[in-house]
């Protein structure tokens, strides 16, 4: 039975989309940076998020090729500590927290580079530095 227009053009449609998340896991897989590689395949993040909420083998393969570039990274560096802290910020950064007692509470993290020196707690009262692990 022949294929109405819809119908092959709804596969043409998936057979793109498929096409374009190799492409974007092959950018990742270089530089797991979200943004640059949904650009290199002209999409948005907002789409590659929406993709990755519907296909979780997708996101799995996005997992996999960060967790692949980042051994990779660190078995090619020295300084791994800096690698880890600036490109898996989120997993190795040190973290601050502050909050206020003001009726609107507003909660943020700021990474401090790491020659930072960590806030002086006598010069800003009510400001909580969360421990990093590795100075435990």
Known sequence: MAKTKAEQRNQDQLAEIARLKDDYIRYFE??????MAAYS??????????WR???PEFAEKIRRAKATWALK???????TKFLLERI?????????????NQPASISFTYVLPPDQHP???QA???LAEIPR???Q
Not at 30 to 35: G, V
Not at 42 to 49: A, I, N, Q, S
Not at 88 to 100: G, I, N, R, Y
């Open 30 to 35: 270089a530089a797991p940076i979200y943004r």
């Open 41 to 50: 395949i002209g999409r948005d993040e907002d789409t590659l998020l929406t």
């Open 53 to 55: 909420k519907e296909d």
């Open 73 to 79: 990274k660190i078995q090619a560096t020295r300084d």
């Open 88 to 100: 898996l910020k989120e997993d190795f950064a040190q973290k601050v927290e502050l909050e206020s």
């Open 119 to 121: 806030p002086d707690s």
């Open 124 to 126: 800003t009262p009510g």
């Open 133 to 135: 692990p590795d100075h």
